[in-house]
């Protein structure tokens, strides 16, 4: 079965500091991993996923992620925080029969 | 449409009642999925649905829940008699290609319908 936890409910950062977002999973099978953003009020909106190629993924907003299959970890970062960044962030697994498995979610505050 | 489209936005319904969601995926997209968002959580998968075909409803918290997608378009989730632990964001998604634990579709998702039960 696959899983995912995300360490941290809330986050706060200064703006232009650095955002690290922190994800692990459990995975009985090579993981498809993805990261998630929703806006208030909004539908959640694909950042980036991690489908066994580059280990370094790129996605949108200056967002990238890291696999790293010692560490069981793929956390989320971007070099420099923007007010517009405030939002919630979910990292997902694909479990084996194509539904996506959640974590609980990481509350991103970024401060003026 | 350009998106995934669900109504209501809001619902506030008393316990007892029977509720009616509906979702407007994508046009021509196979694959359906519905999650709950309870708050303060991460979506749980609710069910799937592949063209008209349910081929996963394992995540249906009881047998008041019950969703369909007739003609493979449009789908509606019905909750019987809710309850106030049935409060959440239900949320709708849909992709262009069928799924399956290697398939490398994007899974689009509606603003969702939050549900409050009095």
């Known amino acids: 079965a696959q899983s995912v936890t995300q360490l941290g409910s809330h986050v706060s950062v200064s703006e232009g500091a650095l955002v690290l977002l922190r994800c692990n999973y459990s995975s009985s099978v090579p993981p498809y991993l993805f990261w998630y953003v929703q806006y208030p009020n909004q539908g959640l909106q694909l950042l980036l996923k991690?489908?066994?190629?580059?280990?370094l993924v790129k996605g949108i907003n200056g967002f990238e992620a890291e696999f790293k299959k010692s560490e069981t970890s793929f956390h989320l970062t971007k070099p420099s925080a923007h007010m517009s960044d405030a939002a919630e962030y979910f990292c997902?697994?694909?479990?084996?029969?194509?539904?996506?498995?959640f974590g609980q979610g990481t509350t991103l505050q970024v401060k003026p | 449409g350009a998106g995934v489209s669900q109504s209501p936005r809001y619902k506030v319904a008393k316990r007892g009642q029977d509720v009616a969601l509906r979702c407007d995926p994508i046009?021509?997209?196979?694959?359906l999925f519905w999650y709950q968002q309870a708050l303060g959580q991460g979506p749980e998968f609710l069910t799937y649905f592949q063209n008209e075909a349910q081929l996963d409803k394992s995540g249906l918290p009881s047998d008041r829940f019950f969703a369909e997608r007739p003609e493979g378009s449009v789908s509606t989730l019905k909750i019987q008699r809710t309850q106030q632990e049935d409060s959440a964001v239900y949320l709708c998604?849909?992709?262009?290609?069928?799924?399956?634990?290697?398939?490398?579709?994007?899974?689009?998702f509606g603003s969702g319908t939050q549900l409050s039960v009095l």
């Open positions: 046009s021509g997209h196979v694959s």
């Open positions: 991690y489908t066994s190629a580059a280990t």
């Open positions: 997902a697994v694909k479990g084996n029969t194509g539904k996506l498995i």
């Open positions: 998604a849909s992709s262009l290609e069928t799924t399956g634990w290697r398939s490398n579709e994007k899974l689009f």
